[in-house]
């Protein structure tokens, strides 16, 4: 069984930063993408941003030039870089991994962003 631990969520200012990481439990070269999405109360879960198995990244437009995905591989850790946040990108923010295998989710991690 797969776990994905999220940590990084907070509350922060209008214009400020956050990192967000997520921890897997095994390598992250076995998962075909891996991503970070959102879900702001009473709204859908959406993608924000997700990285395929070769490096390729994926962002949504929302969130284009503010926010950078990336990964340690060695440390099993996917980043989300969270710059000039707005009170919109309030939520909570899960990591996914699909693999192969099966689709794994984490906890969620709460970020509100104040205006």
């Known amino acids: 069984q797969v776990q994905l631990v999220e940590s990084g969520g907070g509350l922060v200012q209008a214009g400020g930063s956050l990192r967000l990481s997520c921890a897997a439990s095994?390598?992250?070269?076995?998962?075909?993408?891996m991503g970070w999405y959102r879900q702001a109360p009473g709204k859908q879960r959406e993608l924000v941003a997700d990285v395929i198995g070769g490096g390729t990244t994926n962002y949504a437009d929302s969130v284009k030039g503010r926010f950078t995905i990336s990964r340690d591989i060695g440390k099993k850790m996917v980043y989300l870089q969270m710059n000039s946040l707005k009170p919109e990108d309030t939520g909570a923010y899960y990591c996914k991994a699909e693999a192969l295998d099966g689709l794994y989710w984490g906890q969620g991690t709460q970020v509100t962003v104040s205006s």
């Open positions: 095994r390598s992250i070269l076995s998962f075909v993408t």
